[in-house]
């Protein structure tokens, strides 16, 4: 027997389309001023940023592709592209001949420290500055609700407290 779909009411409605145009809209504001100010768009922002905040600044290629869900070979054309401009290198990994780490570079963590000060300018432009205090409490509330659903194991996610330099 087939079930019928439980159709969104007027108000889910409205608000998943509005969700959707938001999400959309602030990831193209985000990489529009990262792309400006930085010369790199979003996504490899948040590759500086994840290997910013690991230990030697380096993670291994696989982990860094599951922390940014991203596939490995989407990541690995992101790091060549990253290895291109000198901000990361990669590095054979000592204990598995067939993984590879991508480490930081000084020039990298430069850029990073660089774009740090205009992306986090444009989060709260685009973002916190447009709701009052108690919106922000009920939104991260709301997000961490929604981020444990979807994945309930994840601690690799950017929203993470060990990612939280992404906007310092």
Known sequence: ?????????????????????????????????????????????????????????ARRMTELAAATHSSPSRMSHAVTRLEAAGWVRRERCPSDRRGSIAVLTDAGFAVLAAAAPGHVEDVRANLFDQLTCEQVRQFGEICRVLLTHLDPHDDADPATPTAAAATR
């Open 1 to 57: 027997m087939t079930r019928e779909p439980r159709w969104l009411d007027e108000e889910e409605q409205q608000t998943w389309l509005a969700f959707l145009g938001v999400t959309r809209r602030l990831d193209e504001a985000l990489d529009r001023q990262l792309q400006r100010d930085a010369g790199m768009p979003h996504a490899y922002y948040m590759i500086l940023v994840m290997l910013s905040a690991a230990p030697g600044r």
